[in-house]
């Protein structure tokens, strides 16, 4: 059974970097296209950023984040990961991890994990 389990969050400066993590269990982290997404409070959940299948190997950032977050995945590890520098207050939030049904980043994701929390103070 497909599992995807977020760790990472915290507290962190205005300015500073954070790395999350998303561990994946039941399918390899590259077989399909994999994104992060949060939700800041009483907002909508937002697409941050999105990698495709290994076959394709694209990455996909948000204007909101483009040159400041990167995502990664590590095969070996079996994890994904968002790398998050020079963060700002406005990226406050939960942040998830989830899982597409295809190959690309278009279409809605099947799978989420629970989450982990990020705060930027400032």
């Known amino acids: 059974q497909l599992q995807l389990v977020e760790s990472g969050g915290g507290l962190v400066e205005s300015g500073g970097s954070l790395r999350l993590s998303c561990t994946v269990s039941g399918v390899t982290v590259d077989r399909y296209a994999m994104g992060w997404f949060r939700q800041a409070p009483g907002k909508e959940r937002e697409r941050v950023s999105c990698?495709?299948?290994?076959?394709?190997?694209?990455?996909y950032d948000e204007d909101y984040v483009r040159g400041r977050f990167t995502v990664t995945r590590d095969k070996a590890e079996n994890t994904m990961y968002l790398l998050m520098n020079r963060v700002k207050a406005e990226d406050t939030g939960d942040y998830f991890c989830?899982?597409?049904?295809?190959?690309?980043?278009?279409?809605?994701?099947?799978?989420w994990g629970e989450g982990t929390q990020v705060t930027v103070s400032s």
């Open positions: 989830a899982r597409n049904p295809g190959y690309y980043c278009d279409g809605k994701p099947d799978y």
């Open positions: 990698i495709s299948s290994s076959g394709d190997g694209k990455v």
